[in-house]
């Protein structure tokens, strides 16, 4: 079935350097995707979305690249502060109604 | 804050058991989902409600039930409580429509042990 991955569990990055998050799906029909950060306890919250129209999409320190091409999603944190250490996931939207989540990928920020 | 709440919080369950998770979802969103996630995973889609009916389902079997109110709040129903059904249980909203493709806000979850 189709599904949504990740290429990294876990990625550590020194604090202030910018960090950079993948995602590969695999339904090239999709065209709507989102990125979710989920901390201890914490249900996922809002990061980004960005279309299929678009290749990119830039928010307060984040910004998020697509590449239809190949099937690829980035997610990009700049000045990467402690605060930001927990679970990303990338979400894909299948049909109409669902998301697919990937496994996520933990992001250590190291002091 | 999401505006998205769940009850409870926490929850330990005997195996063959039933039980009942509630969402209460942002005023004015039409749309709720429900998700597992076990352990180091994805949330995983249960099924959606829009306007009180069922509109989509993952693979889940129908012990797994829900319902939704006018009042934006909805219920995820398990039957036949099994070990395997212990996860962080999500409940999502959206605003948008079927076929409206919209961001989700999610709940804080319900942590549910089957023992």
């Known amino acids: 079935g189709e599904s949504v991955g990740l290429h990294l569990p876990t990625l550590s990055v020194q604090e202030g350097d910018n960090s950079i998050i993948n995602c590969a799906y695999s339904n090239s029909a999709s065209d709507y995707f989102i990125w979710y950060k989920q901390e201890s306890g914490k249900g996922p919250q809002f990061i980004i979305d960005?279309?299929?129209?678009?290749d990119k999409r830039q928010g307060q320190r984040v910004t998020v690249l697509l590449n239809k091409t190949v099937k690829h999603l980035s997610l990009q944190i700049a000045a990467t502060q402690p605060g930001d250490s927990a679970v990303y996931f990338c979400?894909?939207?299948?049909?109409?109604?669902?998301?697919?989540f990937g496994t996520g990928t933990r992001l250590k920020v190291l002091a | 804050e999401t505006g998205v709440t769940q009850s409870p919080t926490h929850l330990i369950k005997t195996r063959g058991q039933q039980v009942t998770l509630r969402c209460s979802s942002q005023s004015g969103h039409n749309t709720v989902s429900w998700y597992q996630q076990a352990l180091g995973q994805g949330p995983q889609f249960i099924f959606q409600y829009y306007r009180e009916e069922e509109n989509g389902r993952g693979n889940f079997p129908p012990r797994f039930s829900g319902l939704q109110f006018p009042n934006y709040s909805s219920e995820l129903n398990v039957n036949a409580l099994e070990l395997d059904d212990s996860a962080l249980y999500l409940c999502a909203s959206s605003p948008g429509g079927v076929g409206m493709n919209t961001e989700a806000f999610f709940g804080q979850g319900t942590r549910l042990t089957v023992v």
């Open positions: 960005i279309r299929s129209n678009m």
């Open positions: 979400a894909e939207m299948q049909g109409t109604y669902k998301y697919i």
